[in-house]
C-alpha cells in the first residue's frame, strides 16, 4: 500500500509560481497513474491534472491548462505540480492520488490512494 504525503504548499501572491511535491513510500510511484485534485474554500472537490503511469499522457482541467504543469520524477519517486501564473481563485488544498495503471480520470471516486494535502492561499 502507497503512502502519499504533499509538500510545497504556501501563501504566495497573485501571479506568482509555486511547485507542489508528492512523496510517494511503501510502493513504486511509476505503478500508479496519478493525479492532483484540490479542495476549494467553497468546500468543492475540484480535478486539477492527471499522468499516466508511464509518464507519456497527462491530462489538465480547463481552468488550469497551460498554466499548470504535472511530472513524475521516478527516480525520487515523486510526483510534482508546477503553478504558474496563480491566482486566488486558485486557492485550495492541494491533494494527490493514485490509481490503478490506465485507471486515471477527472473523477475522484476513482482513485484510492490519497495524501493528506497541502493548502495554496493566493493572495490579490
Known amino acids: 500500500q502507497v503512502q502519499l504525503v504533499e509538500s510545497g504548499g504556501r501563501l504566495v501572491q497573485a501571479g506568482g509560481s509555486l511547485r507542489l511535491s508528492c512523496a510517494a513510500s511503501?510502493?513504486?510511484?511509476?505503478?500508479?497513474?496519478m493525479a492532483w485534485f484540490r479542495r476549494t474554500p467553497a468546500n468543492e472537490r475540484e480535478f486539477v491534472a492527471s499522468i499516466r503511469w508511464i509518464g507519456d499522457i497527462t491530462y489538465y482541467a480547463d481552468s488550469v491548462k497551460g498554466r499548470f504543469t504535472i511530472s513524475v520524477d521516478n527516480a525520487k519517486n515523486t510526483l510534482f505540480l508546477q503553478m504558474n501564473s496563480l491566482s486566488p481563485e486558485d486557492t485550495a488544498v492541494y491533494y494527490c492520488?493514485?490509481?490503478?495503471?490506465?485507471?486515471?480520470?477527472?473523477?475522484?471516486?476513482?482513485?484510492?490512494?490519497w495524501g493528506p494535502g497541502t493548502q495554496v492561499t493566493v493572495s490579490s
Open positions: 492520488a493514485a490509481t490503478g495503471r490506465d485507471r486515471a480520470t477527472s473523477q475522484p471516486l476513482n482513485y484510492y490512494y
Open positions: 511503501g510502493g513504486i510511484i511509476g505503478q500508479y497513474d
